[in-house]
């Protein structure tokens, strides 16, 4: 799907104020700033979001790469930032990196074939340094010789391009420049010696080394990298480059993207000032080494750890990644001098707040009445997404029928990157789009199954998931990590699916034909069964429900009301909408031929009594107004608000929860 940046209305705060603070140079100073990571599942409009913020650096150097589009490794990242931002900006000119392009230089020589042989290597190395040309001038040279690097075998000779390439990278450089980065490269290494030395270590870990020699010299290009952009901002540059550069890398999570960006942070923990370097990234999936002092959602806290000195989260104790409508928040409370957060600082962009749907309604022509944005927003949960499919699929029907079935509209030809390619409805797109990660069939199937329950606690039972070989931790930790759990709050957190995730799952439980082990009638059986062993009665009703088992509902919901006598106080009424709520969440498959009302008198039916009428005309409402799709138009929140009311008369001091909640249908 496309989410354009006219779609980004609730990331102002993100693309306007805390993008000029991260950019700006007080005192035409650098100063330690956070890696800025912009999380959400698929479809939340992370590189829509990305690209809003290139857009805004236009008029700075800035360089965009994407990880999942180039699976390269850090030392060609490096190389590809580098060669972006040596892009001549106006005011800012060109930047230079004369240290990064002499690793890169010595890597894809033969320097580390003769590495055992210290004198022909030295003289090797000082015959390359002797020959130069600005390196930013031959872009595509330099980028064959870092594809070579690390590619040429003992006894092997440099293909014949690499000895004028390397003349023309080369002859232009300097003696002064020459003596310049040979003083400077020491501060590379921890390898004692001359420089000339830590060169020919370079190479050698580069090329031939193990996997801890590879990293370490990865850290020292990415040293390099930061070490000349230091010097870029440095002396008669300090005074024209009044703002840093940008590098904005998307979909880090990929296994190339989080090693570069724990490099990248890992060399800027090191050194010793700060670079002038906005990095801005976005990431579909949660990296381990944030977890050192930020909560990842759906997760557990384990509060014997101990964050890193050094990493700061704004005063807050292992804070989740935060909402783009807290952003000036949590800055307000920074220095000039020093940001109150580091090393990283989490955005969480994957639930768009009620203002932003309406802003959204408006983009596509649709009437922004309340009742539209409040179905749309309850349908998709927020994923920005699947609001822009909805509303973009509702702006070419009439509701508010027609919204009921909103998972077979067209979705408009301008929604797509590739209409040839991709499905023509909102439910077959979506399906698409938010299924694609579950890729075992046996996961996918466990999963639909799972979704049946409120919460994720069906993944912990094998009995219930029917698979060949059910492992449903392994389900549950797939999407904790993929960023598709939220936590309900309470002393005792529960873990559910985002809505929208959970509505494709119920929709393909609903599908699963009579003959299916696991269809709707009998994963609900189980469910209600699992939950009635438990002594979890409201839980058992809420499948009882799911099954359109009315009666049995309205049998416990009563109870408190038949007992003569008894005050309705304050906290059994607490309790008991608690329950109600719980219980009338259950989903449903109910058809959609009949008007809600129609739907709930026949689903109502004769009652015996006047209480049992109202209950269950309270009940069966609130089930089939809490699915959106069952009454967009919210026609039956007048009945349910006059059997809140009916229930409250006469009820002593938890009357008065009943009057209140009465008020929210009004």
Request: hydrophobic content about 40%; charged content about 25%; overall charge negative.
């Amino acid at each position: 799907m496309t989410i354009g940046t006219a779609h980004h209305s609730g990331f102002r705060s993100v693309t306007g104020w805390l993008l000029e603070n991260l950019l700006a140079r007080p005192d035409r100073r650098s100063r330690a700033m956070p890696i800025v990571v912009a999380l959400g599942p698929r479809g939340t409009g992370k590189t829509a979001l990305l690209q809003e913020v290139q857009r805004r650096c236009e008029r700075i150097p800035h360089v965009y790469l994407d990880f999942e589009r180039d699976d390269i490794g850090t030392r060609e990242a490096l190389g590809r930032l580098a060669f972006g931002l040596s892009k001549a900006v106006p005011q800012f000119g060109r930047i230079a990196f004369p240290e990064l392009w002499l690793c890169m230089l010595v890597v894809g020589s033969s320097v580390h074939i003769n590495a055992g042989d210290r004198r022909q290597a030295l003289s090797q190395l000082r015959s390359i340094l002797s020959r130069n040309q600005p390196i930013e001038q031959n872009r595509e040279a330099v980028i064959e010789l870092v594809e070579f690097a690390g590619e040429v075998a003992s006894g092997q000779s440099l293909p014949g391009w690499a000895a004028p390439a390397t003349d023309w990278l080369l002859r232009g450089l300097g003696r002064a420049d020459r003596w310049r980065m040979l003083r400077h490269i020491d501060k590379l290494s921890t390898t004692r010696g001359k420089p000339e030395d830590a060169l020919i270590d370079i190479a050698n870990w580069a090329t031939d080394g193990d996997a801890n020699e590879q990293a370490d010299a990865d850290a020292i290009f990415c040293e390099a990298f930061l070490a000349d952009l230091r010097r870029a901002y440095s002396g008669f540059n300090r005074s024209r480059r009044t703002l840093d550069c940008a590098v904005l890398l998307d979909n880090v999570h990929t296994p190339g993207g989080q090693r570069f960006l724990f490099a990248l942070q890992q060399a800027r923990d090191r050194a010793a000032d700060p670079d002038p370097l906005l990095v801005f990234a976005t990431s579909r999936s949660w990296i381990r080494y944030w977890s050192v002092s930020w909560h990842r959602p759906g997760g557990s806290i384990d509060d014997e750890s101990r964050r890193p000195d050094t990493h700061r989260t704004g005063g807050l104790d292992w804070p989740s990644p935060r909402p783009p409508g807290v952003v000036d928040e949590d800055w307000r409370h920074g220095s000039i001098d020093e940001s109150p957060w580091n090393p990283w600082y989490l955005l969480d962009i994957s639930h768009l707040p009620a203002p932003d749907v309406v802003d959204m309604a408006g983009y596509y022509g649709v009437h922004r009445e309340a009742k539209l944005t409040d179905f749309v927003g309850r349908l998709t949960g927020g994923h920005p997404g699947a609001v822009v499919d909805v509303l973009a699929a509702a702006s070419s029907i009439q509701p508010p029928d027609s919204l009921r079935r909103i998972f077979d509209c067209a979705l408009p030809q301008q929604v797509w990157t590739d209409p040839n390619s991709l499905p023509d409805t909102v439910g077959m797109h979506s399906e698409e789009q938010v299924l694609q990660d579950f890729v075992e069939p046996t996961d996918l199937r466990d999963l639909i199954t799972a979704s049946a329950a409120r919460n994720m606690d069906l993944l912990y039972h094998p009995e219930i998931l029917d698979s060949a070989a059910p492992n449903g931790e392994a389900v549950l930790e797939a999407l904790r990590n993929d960023l598709w759990i939220r936590e309900r709050p309470g002393d005792d957190p529960d873990f559910e699916l985002h809505p929208w995730l959970r509505r494709i799952l119920l929709r393909a439980l609903a599908a699963r034909e009579l003959s299916d082990p696991r269809n709707w009638t009998r994963t609900h059986t189980l469910c209600r069964e699992v939950y009635q062993r438990d002594g979890q009665v409201a839980a058992a009703l809420y499948h009882d429900l799911a099954l359109g088992n009315i009666a049995a509902t309205i049998a416990y919901l009563r109870q408190p009301f038949d007992v003569g006598g008894a005050e309705f106080d304050v906290l059994l009424a607490r309790e008991w909408l608690t329950e109600l709520d719980l219980i009338t969440s259950a989903p449903n498959r109910l058809p959609l031929d009949d008007a809600p009302i129609d739907q709930v008198r026949e689903l109502v039916g004769e009652q015996d009594d006047e209480l049992g009428a109202s209950l269950a005309w309270l009940v069966v409402a609130l089930w089939v107004t809490s699915d959106p799709l069952a009454d967009p138009e919210q026609a039956l929140y007048a009945s349910i608000d006059g059997e809140f009311r009916q229930l409250a008369k006469g009820r002593g001091r938890g009357a008065m929860l009943l009057y209140e909640r009465a008020e929210r249908y009004r």
